[in-house]
């Protein structure tokens, strides 16, 4: 089976490692042409466009940073849907929205492609180690089709229905873990105003209750000031929580403290931490 891949950001690059190194047979695109080199050389092939990449593929993957690229690859010159025809098969990684990936399923669909979306849970350490967990939905025997593919790229994989479930639910973990930063950050913040010691309180929240991977790896980066290498952008967490609050207003569903987390990061960002991990929200917690 001829996979392809189409986006080789931050989390891309550890996909498509993971499937040369399972012994799938990949064919990569990206708009940086340079960014394909290391995985030709370490056996992919490469392709001038996304339609070319779709036409030469049994199924192709894609992960790019928000709607508006996917919108791009789609929709745009020799894009994804110039590639499509009957049968073809074309699975999306990206953090959108329910709208975006919609029209993307009936574009597809329309032609006689098959369509999955699955975007991803994790960061560049668990895209590199093929420890993501992926949440599917949409054609459920392209789903089966990519278990092999999905063995080597994550740890699980869930198939949650129709398309759009799947969007909801990586949004809800998003808004979920930037809260949990969120509040991180402000208790050190505070910690550090009334002068206790922060390593220590990292310490003893890390024996506590609230203890989970989140706060140890990402409180070490706030007390240490770690942020230059990011495992996870900060302006990508924030473009997802803005996903996550206007998903919210369409349900009438309020969001009193996440969309108060969506100012914190807003702010980070204006700061100029957009391109730093995720822990920089910190920056904006400490006055």
């Known amino acids: 089976m001829k996979i392809g891949f189409l986006g080789l950001g931050t989390m ?16 990569v695109w990206n708009r940086t042409p340079s960014k394909c080199r290391e995985f030709v050389k370490e056996g992919a092939l490469k392709a001038t466009s996304p339609a070319e990449v779709i036409q030469d593929c049994d199924i192709t993957f894609s992960c790019v940073s928000d709607p508006t690229a996917l919108k791009d690859l789609v929709f745009g010159n020799c894009g994804v849907l110039q590639g499509i025809c009957q ?17 993307v399923h009936e574009a597809v669909t ?20 093929g420890q993501l967990l992926i949440l599917a939905a949409g054609d459920q025997t392209l789903y089966e089709d ?28 998003g808004l979920c873990s930037s809260t949990v930063l969120a509040g991180l950050a402000e208790s050190l913040a505070l910690a550090e105003k009334v002068g206790l010691d922060q390593d220590q309180v990292l310490q003893i929240l890390s024996m506590s ?19 230059s290498d990011p495992n996870y952008k900060l302006h990508l967490c924030q473009k997802d929580l803005r996903l ?13 403290v996440g969309a108060a987390v969506n100012e914190l990061f807003k702010k980070a960002k204006s700061k100029g931490y957009g391109e730093h991990d995720v822990a920089a929200v910190y920056r904006a917690a400490n006055l």
């Open 244 to 256: 996550a609050v206007n998903m919210s207003d369409t349900v009438d569903q309020p969001l009193h």
């Open 12 to 27: 891309g690059t550890g996909i498509v490692t993971n499937l040369l190194r399972s012994g799938h047979e990949v064919t």
């Open 87 to 103: 049968g073809k098969a074309y699975v999306d990684m990206s953090t959108v929205d329910v709208d975006t990936i919609t029209d």
């Open 209 to 227: 209750s609230v203890n989970c991977q989140l706060i140890k790896q990402k409180g070490i980066a706030m007390t240490t000031s770690e942020f």
């Open 146 to 173: 990519c278990f092999s593919c999905f063995e080597a790229m994550g740890r699980k994989s869930f198939f949650l229905g129709e398309v759009g479930s799947a969007s909801k639910m990586q949004l809800i973990s």
């Open 110 to 129: 329309v032609r006689g492609g098959r369509f999955l979306e699955a975007p991803i849970i994790g960061s560049k350490d668990s895209s590199c180690n």
